[in-house]
């Protein structure tokens, strides 16, 4: 039940180690293969990773320009502002304090807590 995914112990758990063991399994196959023939033995490994990746690229790309891009940009308007003697983009800091997300879920590598880039009915940084 839930009680069994929150402590690890359920069906959840389960499948994300076993993730990790093939993930490992894996690469170490891929490792004694380098090692055998060379950095070309990624070559395969690369296309077909490239290939399964493929299909979730736009959806990788708007999160991308949402979320960390649209930071690094507000941020580079923050430092121009500074740069030009402007501070007042300083008063709309706040605190926020955001609660565990309500979907705790297994990804790959374990626990995927995902916390949404802004608070509530926020778009980008740095909005009122």
């Given at each position: 039940?839930?009680?069994?995914?929150?402590?690890?112990t359920?069906?959840?758990?389960?499948?994300?180690?076993?993730?990790?063991?093939?993930?490992?399994?894996?690469?170490?196959?891929?490792?004694?293969?380098?090692?055998?023939?060379?950095?070309?033995?990624?070559?395969?490994?690369?296309?077909?990773?490239?290939?399964?990746?493929?299909?979730?690229?736009?959806?990788?790309?708007?999160?991308w320009?949402?979320?960390?891009?649209?930071?690094?940009?507000?941020?580079?308007?923050?430092?121009?502002?500074?740069?030009?003697g402007?501070?007042?983009?300083?008063?709309?800091?706040?605190?926020?304090?955001?609660?565990?997300?309500?979907?705790?879920?297994?990804?790959?590598?374990?626990?995927?807590?995902?916390y949404?880039?802004?608070p509530?009915?926020?778009?980008?940084?740095?909005e009122?």
């Amino acid at each position: 039940g839930e009680a069994d995914e929150a402590d690890g112990t359920g069906a959840g758990a389960a499948a994300a180690r076993r993730r990790k063991d093939l993930a490992v399994e894996g690469f170490l196959r891929l490792r004694d293969q380098v090692a055998e023939h060379g950095p070309a033995a990624l070559e395969e490994f690369y296309a077909t990773a490239t290939s399964l990746v493929r299909p979730g690229l736009p959806a990788w790309r708007e999160r991308w320009e949402a979320g960390p891009l649209a930071a690094a940009l507000a941020t580079g308007e923050h430092l121009d502002q500074l740069d030009g003697g402007r501070h007042d983009h300083l008063s709309q800091g706040r605190l926020t304090v955001l609660g565990p997300p309500d979907d705790r879920r297994y990804g790959n590598c374990g626990r995927l807590d995902a916390y949404p880039p802004y608070p509530p009915g926020q778009t980008r940084p740095g909005e009122p």
